[in-house]
């Protein structure tokens, strides 16, 4: 059970980490594969910093509940991805759901679930 959890929270971590990078160095087709429209120079510095640093926050810090087997990290984690998925509810309720909103609030809310699980059941230090 523990190997399995492990490669999940790792899975979770990597997939933050390599989404992190791809905003960060690529953010022009990133912003189009999110359906952002990132007006000039500031708007790739936002799509860069703060969808860059939100996504290789997220993954860093399971990086880090993973290596260290210290929970708060792991929390850490859930707690930024479930903030993002609890947003989203606004969203639902001022623009509407679509395929293309509730897929990825549903992969979040799944991915929360899975750190959540991890930082309960992984043996701590």
Known sequence: MTTTIRV???LVALFFVVYGLRFAL??????????????????LATVRGDLGGAFLATGI???????????PWLY????VL????TC????????GVSQRTLA????ELVMVAILLWGARRLPSL
């Not at 953010?27 to 708007?43: H, K, R, T, W």
């Not at 810090?61 to 929970?71: K, P, V």
């Not at 850490?76 to 707690?79: E, G, L, N, R």
């Not at 990825?104 to 992969?107: D, T």
């Open 8 to 10: 999940l929270v790792g």
């Open 26 to 43: 690529t953010p022009e087709p990133m912003a189009a594969e999110f359906s952002i429209l990132a007006a000039g120079a500031p708007g």
């Open 61 to 71: 810090f399971a990086c880090l509940g993973l290596a260290n087997r210290a929970r």
């Open 76 to 79: 850490a984690a859930a707690i």
């Open 82 to 85: 479930g903030t993002i998925a």
């Open 88 to 95: 989203r509810i606004a969203g639902f309720a001022i623009d």
């Open 104 to 107: 990825p609030f549903i992969a």
